[in-house]
């Protein structure tokens, strides 16, 4: 199943069809992801390099959305799971141990705990090869305002709001 985008597909559509195809579309649960799902698009001629990829919960509601633009997306997502507490990043473990755990945060055991938790939380990429990492920022910002993740740190104000019926790629332009 694809759960691949490549954001040339979206770029005419509406920020409500675009909403409603991500909504809809095949997560791969986090489970069942393997490094190769990580490397080439669905038809196996491109790279997967850059763009913007998600994290859904059990629920399908979009936790976390983040941005590849100048790694892989095999080696971003090895980033988002540092197995310590020390691990100095921000990631989406992280973010789910502090939600699953939240008295126990800082304790190695709640990492593992929560890793053999999550197995049923799902990933979906957005290809955005040769579109430039000022590109991908916006991407991940419309994302970001779109659904509002709670598990991201920095996220765009509030206030900032997408009307429906905006074509994508005009928004991505501003």
């Known amino acids: 199943m694809n759960f691949k985008f490549d954001i040339d597909d979206l770029l005419k559509l509406s920020v409500k069809e675009v909403k409603n195809i991500i909504d809809s579309g095949y997560k791969c ?4 992801l393997k490094l190769f799902d990580l490397l080439l698009n669905e038809k196996g001629d491109t790279a997967m390099r850059h763009g913007v990829y998600m ?3 059990e629920d399908n509601q979009c936790i976390y959305v983040g941005k590849c633009s100048s790694s892989h997306f095999a080696h971003r997502l090895g980033g988002h799971f540092g197995m310590s507490p020390l691990y100095g990043m921000n990631t989406f473990l992280k973010g789910m141990v502090k939600e699953l ?3 126990d945060k800082d304790k190695y055991e709640s990492y593992v705990q ?5 197995g049923d939380c799902s990933y979906l ?8 990492k000022k ?12 659904y509002r993740p709670k598990l991201n740190v920095r996220m ?3 206030n900032k709001t997408l009307q429906d019926k905006a074509v994508f790629e005009s928004l991505l332009r501003n």
């Open 114 to 118: 929560t890793v053999k938790e999550i």
């Open 29 to 32: 649960p986090l489970k069942e």
């Open 125 to 132: 990429m957005i290809n955005a090869n040769g579109k430039g």
């Open 55 to 57: 994290f859904f919960n």
């Open 135 to 146: 590109f991908i920022g916006e991407l991940e910002k419309l994302f970001q305002i779109m």
């Open 101 to 103: 755990h939240s008295k």
């Open 156 to 158: 765009p104000a509030k």
